[in-house]
């Protein structure tokens, strides 16, 4: 699903209504925040998190130091009326080029503005899905970027999505495994969907 090079242009300049929001409703700092989450796909998520009804519950799986969270975090104080965001990670680094450490610490330092709309859930993320009883609007995955990991992941979080709700995987442009797991699992379900760069959503 190759985004024409001037339609991506275009849809990333048009992004920029959201980083003067951003800036201008103060959350500034979560730009500080070290991430692989390229600037255009955090303004993404802050846009799409905006978009949600007052009150929507928000899940992402794969929290790392918290910048993407914020993000999220952001849009949920915004929209208001109990808004939340889940975040999901064993805060071990799993996966991460840099090998694993323990990142809880900064991930609470950083998002620390924001703590009282995050529920962190420290743990696998298959053994937090088999527990977990909210319904969501809004799901972002960014954990195991393997096939068989994303697969577990979709399999195991899809289910808590509302019907008709915003299911959102990072790294679809070079992580095999989640392109794979896109055109199998999601493009079938989806009835609207979009990508930018590194970046695939889709309401199912
Ligand atoms: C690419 S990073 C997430 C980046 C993050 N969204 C950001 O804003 O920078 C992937 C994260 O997923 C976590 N992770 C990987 N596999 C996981 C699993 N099976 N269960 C829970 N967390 C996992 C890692 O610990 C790591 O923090």
Known sequence: ??????????????????????????HGKAWFIFTHVAPFERLLLYRLGLRQTRGAVFAEIGSYLGASACFLAAAAAEIGGGARVHCVDTWRNDGMSEGMR????????NTRRYASLIIPHRGESVHIAKAFTE????LFLDG???????????ENWLPHLK????????????AEGVERVVREKLNPLARKQGQLRNIYWAWV
């Open 144 to 154: 195991d970027h393997s096939y068989a990991g994303c697969r577990s992941d979709v």
């Open 1 to 26: 699903m190759r985004q024409p090079r001037s339609s991506r242009i275009r849809h990333e300049l048009s992004l920029l209504r959201e980083w003067a929001r951003f800036l201008i409703r103060g």
């Open 102 to 109: 323990d990142t809880w610490i900064e991930f609470q330092r």
């Open 163 to 174: 019907p008709g709700g915003l299911m959102i995987l990072h790294d679809i442009a070079w």
């Open 135 to 138: 319904k969501l609007d809004l």
